[in-house]
């Protein structure tokens, strides 16, 4: 079983980085054509834990400051390196568009702790006419505490993260990042089970033809 970190771009200097990883064999890369996915070869039904959590973090970090990448959803794992090679095959042009899309963006996360009085959406339009990012996302959670908590995603250019925390700091707000662009990928990648099974599909049509 492989468990895959990321997609991106084939480029030495990535495939070259030194990733700390629980394992001593280390990251591999499954390639096909243009594209690579950052794989790790773990024992069928390794579960999740905050230790594999800590790698997966740590891995794409790593690769983030050197490169645009896809980060696949914590845990996604695949049997074999033709389901990845396959996965790569079929949705290379989503990936590539994917890929140029995000060249030079990252993810900046917000925290906001709403009064019982506070509008949501009315925040968040305060909040991104302040920061004006690229792209926004967000959500409204129950916080047991009482009140609400809205959690928002933005996407902007890299460079510029230092200048986007300067605009919120009038605001009461938690700010984390800059991280890989996780809420602005494509919906399949998103849904990672999803992914390996349509590349199952695939392989069962073909074996069927």
Not at 185 to 208: C, H, I, K, T, W
Request: glycine share 4%.
């Amino acid at each position: 079983m492989l468990y895959c970190y990321f997609i991106a771009r084939s480029d030495p200097e990535v495939e070259r980085l030194s990733f700390r990883t629980l394992s001593a064999a280390g990251v591999d890369f499954v390639r096909e054509q243009d594209l690579v996915a950052a794989t790790r070869r773990v024992p069928p039904g390794t579960r999740s834990t905050p230790e594999l959590m800590l790698e997966y973090n740590a891995v794409l970090t790593a690769a983030s400051k050197r490169a645009t990448v896809l980060p696949l959803r914590f845990g996604s794992s695949f049997r074999s390196e033709t389901t990845v090679a396959r996965l790569l095959a079929d949705r290379r042009p989503e990936l590539l568009h994917a890929l140029d899309r995000l060249e030079g963006k990252a993810e900046m996360s917000v925290r906001v702790r709403l009064k019982s009085e506070d509008s949501a959406n009315a925040r968040v339009a305060e909040i991104n006419e302040t920061c004006r990012p690229l792209d926004s996302w967000f959500e409204v959670q129950e916080n047991p505490a009482g009140g609400s908590i809205l959690e928002m995603a933005h996407l902007i250019e890299r460079r510029s993260a230092e200048e986007y925390r300067q605009r919120l700091e009038p605001q009461a707000v938690e700010v984390s990042g800059p991280r890989p662009p996780f809420h602005f990928l494509p919906q399949f990648l998103r849904m990672p089970v999803r992914a390996e099974r349509s590349a199952r599909r695939s392989e069962a049509s073909s074996r069927a033809g």
